[in-house]
């Protein structure tokens, strides 16, 4: 069984921390269980008993950044929570950390499917209360699906960065916001 704050804690903080250094220093493309081992002090049987793969392991280093550099904001509006949100989102994608771990999540090999619906379920799971709560202020319409009206609103975002390459300027996610404010507002209010 094991314990919260425990030696099992202490291990995933040093090995998710090395998998966050090993990222940021040699990019996704090179990140090894060998190498975070070797980082961490943590023996590579032991990684691969508790984490299984390479992909997964940078896939739950991915989603501690995001949690931690991608906060859920309640600035008490839709507008204000999707400005603060969006430009939180384009700031992360755009640092060489942020960008190594999307790369990782969005590679195509089988181990990668499940773990990448796992990210994306937890993630779109804690940011769906933006829209979730702008429902229950009466800011969009009653019938919006949260997790559909999220995966719209970032859609650009991603779609910069990854398709494009280019940078999502504040001009540009200031038209998001109003974009996705009018596409989900409530009747009658847009």
């Known amino acids: 069984m094991k314990r919260p704050g425990g030696r099992s804690a202490r291990v995933g ?17 090179g990140l090894t269980v060998a190498a975070v081992a070797a980082r961490s002090g943590v023996h590579a049987t032991s990684i691969y008993r508790r984490w299984g793969s390479v992909a997964r392991l940078g896939l739950e280093a991915a989603l501690a950044v995001a949690e931690e550099r991608v906060p859920v904001p309640d600035t008490g ?4 929570d999707l400005a603060v949100f969006l430009a939180a989102l384009e700031a992360h ?26 990210f994306w379920r937890e993630r779109l799971g804690k940011a769906r209360a933006i829209f979730t709560r702008a429902m229950a202020r009466g800011e969009v319409a009653a019938d919006t699906d949260p997790d559909e009206a999220l995966q719209f609103a970032i ?29 989900f507002a409530a009747r009658g209010t847009a």
């Open 13 to 29: 903080k040093a090995v998710l921390d090395a998998v966050i250094a090993e990222v940021a220093e040699n990019g996704a493309a």
């Open 155 to 183: 859609a650009p975002i991603y779609l910069r960065a990854l398709v494009l390459q280019a940078p999502a300027d504040a001009a540009f996610l200031a038209q998001t916001v109003e974009i996705v404010g009018r596409a």
């Open 77 to 80: 509006s839709l507008s204000g």
């Open 93 to 118: 994608v755009r640092t060489p950390l942020g960008g190594a771990l999307l790369v990782l999540s969005t590679a195509g090999d089988a181990d990668m499917a499940e773990a990448r619906t796992t």
